[in-house]
């Protein structure tokens, strides 16, 4: 009965693979977003999608692409990873403004 | 585009003792506040929100916070913590709107020791 679900928790590969992290979520909510959290533990939003439809798209290189097949599922492809990709990404969601968001318990990824 | 910082990175306090974690926001919009805790290896969880009323708010495990727009802050006490209180916490902010999203401010460590 997890509210919001990352798969995997750990991802660890070589620079220059590609790789995906997948989320979902089971509350209802229209609004799904992406955050990455460096080593320093600051929180960045990266991608905001409401009912599929990317609404918010940070400044993150275009190595990084989100889709959301349907508004349940917000998934992350990163290619040709880098060393700096390594982070804990977190996804949540949430019904919007003013609702609080929820989120996920994290994938951590580290890129070698 | 709405901050917020946290001046605070890091907060050791005995268990017992009161401790309060500073957070200073600024926007020019309308903004809801929230404190977000993390717990070791864990995600983030909701542990308040202001969204209008009354600006002292309550959380379940003993945490309050008070929103003063004048000084546009939204500061977070609990008077007597606990071992368990040791985490991230992290205060952030809302803003109203089509493209709303949720800023967070860098984060603080509340360490609480015997």
């Known amino acids: 009965d997890t509210a919001v679900s990352q798969t995997p928790k750990y991802l660890v590969t070589q620079m220059g693979n590609d790789k995906s992290i997948k989320c979902e979520q089971n509350?209802?909510?229209?609004?799904m977003y992406w955050y990455k959290q460096d080593s320093k533990k600051f929180l960045k939003i990266m991608f905001s999608?409401?009912?599929?439809?990317?609404?918010i798209n940070e400044t993150v290189p275009n190595r990084f692409s989100p889709k959301s097949p349907d508004k349940a599922h917000l998934n992350l492809h990163i290619n040709s990873l880098e060393l700096g990709d390594s982070a804990v990404y977190f996804c949540?969601?949430?019904?919007?403004?003013?609702?609080?968001?929820?989120f996920g318990s994290g994938t951590r990824l580290t890129v070698v | 585009a709405q901050s917020v910082t946290q001046l605070d990175s890091q907060v050791p306090v005995f268990e017992e003792a009161p401790v309060e974690l500073r957070c200073n926001y600024s926007?020019?919009?309308?903004?809801?506040l929230f404190w977000y805790v993390q717990y070791p290896n864990q995600g983030l969880q909701l542990l308040l929100k202001?969204?209008?009323?009354?600006?002292l708010v309550e959380s379940i495990n003993g945490f309050e916070a008070e929103f003063n727009k004048s000084q546009t802050s939204f500061h977070l006490r609990k008077p007597s913590v606990h071992i368990s209180d040791t985490a991230e916490y992290f205060c952030a902010v809302l803003n109203t709107g089509t493209a709303s999203k949720l800023t967070f401010g860098t984060g603080t460590r509340l360490q609480v020791t015997l």
């Open positions: 202001y969204l209008s009323g009354s600006t």
């Open positions: 509350l209802g909510h229209d609004t």
């Open positions: 949540a969601s949430s019904y919007g403004a003013p609702h609080g968001y929820t």
């Open positions: 926007s020019s919009v309308s903004v809801y």
């Open positions: 999608y409401n009912n599929k439809e990317l609404i």
